[in-house]
């Protein structure tokens, strides 16, 4: 079945570092993936959206890129501020079914 | 734009009690899902609605659960005879389906369910 995969539950690093989140995905339909972000108390909101007429999407200083070929998909950002700390979630849509399929989530949090 | 409203935040039962929680959706919006928020299970997806119609409630446990969309604006699930493993964040989100054919969900901020 459609499924998604994140192996970092938690990240910690420090202000102005390099932050890289993997995860990968399973489908047999054509996948659009996403990167949602929760703040605590609040919903998880879109923070970036890449389809297969792309492979590659740009916000709020974050880049995601998926490699079909792999099934990864990825999110980086060059250098992350305290104010990134929350949980970071691959997503998985499939074309014409509805749901999205959340990962496990990563947990980043930022050292002043 | 308000975005998605849920109602109430937070709500107490005890064991056996019914808990019905709301969800209004983004005004224009076509489809309204659920999803259950737990530490150990993360975020699953329970039903969603389109254009008021149950479409997917794959995700529903078979007994206890149900859920309503009796007009554009609302939305409603309900837990009968709560037990303390429905305790959660309840999620509902709302979205406009893309012409891609993949849905952009906007999320509420949720209602927490304890029960005792």
Not at chain 2, 56 to 64: Q, Y
């Amino acid at each position: 079945g459609d499924s998604v995969t994140q192996m970092q539950g938690q990240v910690t690093l420090s202000e102005d570092d390099f932050l890289f989140i993997n995860c990968t995905y399973s489908t047999t339909w054509y996948p659009t993936l996403f990167w949602y972000v929760q703040y605590p108390g609040e919903g998880p909101q879109l923070l970036l959206k890449v389809t297969t007429a792309n492979n590659k999407g740009i916000s709020r200083g974050f880049e995601a890129t998926y490699d079909k070929g792999t099934t990864s998909f990825h999110l980086q950002k060059a250098s992350v501020q305290e104010s990134d700390s929350a949980v970071y979630y691959c997503v998985l849509g499939v074309y014409n079914q509805g749901k999205l399929i959340f990962g496990q989530g990563t947990k980043l949090s930022i050292k002043p | 734009n308000a975005g998605v409203i849920q109602t109430p935040r937070h709500k107490v039962t005890g064991k056996g009690q019914e808990a019905t929680l709301w969800c209004e959706p983004i005004s224009g919006h076509s489809a309204v899902f659920w999803y259950r928020q737990t530490i150990v299970q993360g975020l699953e997806f329970l039903t969603y609605f389109r254009n008021q119609a149950p479409i997917d409630d794959s995700g529903m446990p078979k007994e206890r659960f149900s859920a309503q969309m009796p007009n554009q604006s609302h939305s409603t699930l309900k837990i009968q005879s709560t037990q303390p493993q429905d305790s959660a964040v309840y999620l509902c989100a709302s979205s406009l389906e893309d012409r891609d054919g993949a849905e952009t969900l906007y999320f509420g901020s949720g209602t927490r369910l304890t029960v005792l």
